[in-house]
């Protein structure tokens, strides 16, 4: 999947179908380097908001174990699960 047919999976608990056949529940989110560079990473929806804490209070240690790279390439299939309300969000 390209970002663009992706986003609307962004920070929401989905279920995933990777190229591998294997079907994962979690989060997956993108992040901007000051390079403009997109980066997406995947976390379980409790990570997820453990992360959210976690950078709220600039513990970049925490996240790193939070957070695990993610190639959207290699997602061929999304369902969003449930709508979540997250208090926490990252700055833009």
Not at 35 to 43: I, N, T, V
Not at 66 to 77: A, D, K, N, P
């Amino acid at each position: 999947m390209t970002t663009n047919e992706f986003s609307i999976f962004f920070e929401k608990p989905c279920r995933f179908k990777l190229k591998s056949g294997k079907v994962v529940y979690g989060v997956i989110w993108e992040e901007r380097l000051p390079s403009g560079e997109r980066q997406h990473f995947f976390s379980s929806p409790g990570d997820y908001h453990s992360y959210l804490v976690a950078y709220a209070m600039h513990d970049m240690a925490a996240c790193q174990n939070l957070r695990h790279h993610v190639r959207l390439s290699e997602v061929i299939g999304a369902e969003v699960l449930e709508e979540e309300v997250v208090i926490l969000s990252r700055p833009a």
